[in-house]
């Protein structure tokens, strides 16, 4: 058993790691943290039930947590991590942290990119990207995972295995659209119900954050600069995300979708569903699966992806899970569900 501690256990992230870590056989949360609701009990604040429902909200101090586990997720807000996985890492505790924090091999980008002056820049270098499919051995042999965002995880699981055969090429234009939660749990009159119900809307147009993300990872694996040109929305649904991705394809679809289908062959969270198939949210929602879908345009010569994931799971706690059991040396499935919520 690992005993393991969340730190800003009270949104989204933090809740959806604790539901899902319930069910998870080796993985035992000891210590939950918030400032605001140190003292309460889960059951107090949310009415938990389940087994961790007496567990007590505590002060995030590394010092006196360190002591009682082996690694530490953090979900609070990027800038504020980084201090906090410098401090874990000098106990020699493992460290999951689901900010941007380490996500960039390059400072400036992070620092142009978020407005943070990065204080630790050398755990940049030996931090490993938590995309598990591509990353796996790296995984294994890291204290310090940098778990991706949620948007670059329905980008990148289909577009890295291509590009690095050189199977697509540019231009890559990128259409994505996230449930609410995707934005966090925050009391914002722009993600209030009336404001996102019945309503549709494009957001952070050329200037989303993830942007940089995905092209740094993608540029590492086509061994060139890669631009893309990606566009969020919103949709008036809790989670879920779905990018539809077009790409110039220098292979026939049927070459493309039997390599792709290979690639991901023996991995249990990617699915390459057959020619002619679109994949719904529905189809992900409450699971860690990746589905993935190939089209193409012959009139206009261009090539569609299609990607579905569940954002809180495969987008961010599930992953971090995920990367958890390859961290600790479990069958990378452990724990995470792969039948999805119909309703």
Known sequence: MVKAAIIGATGYTGLELLRLSEKHPYLEI???????QTGKTLKEFCN??????DLVFEEPVVERIAERVQVAFLCVPSGKAQEMAHAFLQKGIKVIDFSADFRFKNVETY?????IKHKFSELCRKA????????????????????????????????????????IEE??????????????????????????????????????????????????????SVKIVFTPHLLPINRGIFSTIYVKFKADIEKIHTYLTDFYKDR?????????????????????????????????????????????????????IQNFNLMFGFPEDMGLPKFPLFV
């Open 30 to 36: 000891s210590v939950i943290t918030s400032r605001e």
């Open 48 to 53: 938990w039930s389940g087994k961790y429902a």
């Open 111 to 115: 620092e142009n990119t978020y407005k």
């Open 128 to 167: 490993v990207y938590g995309l598990p499919e591509i990353f796996e051995e790296e995984i294994k042999k890291a204290d310090l995972i940098a778990n991706p965002g949620c948007y670059p995880t329905s980008i990148l699981l289909p577009l890295i295995p291509l590009l690095k055969e050189g199977l």
């Open 171 to 224: 231009p890559i234009i990128v259409d994505s659209k996230s449930g609410t939660s995707g934005a966090g749990r925050k009391s914002d009159n722009y993600y209030s119900f009336c404001e996102v119900n019945e309503d549709f809307k494009a957001y952070k147009i050329a200037s989303h954050r993830h942007n940089p993300e995905i092209e740094e990872k993608l540029s590492l694996f086509s061994g060139k």
């Open 268 to 320: 249990p969270f990617v699915e390459v569903v057959p020619l002619g198939k679109v994949s719904r949210i529905s189809e992900v929602r409450g699971t860690n699966l990746c589905k993935i879908g190939i089209f193409e345009d012959k009139k206009r010569s261009w090539g569609i992806i299609t990607s579905v994931i569940d954002n809180l799971i495969k987008g961010a706690s599930g992953q971090a």
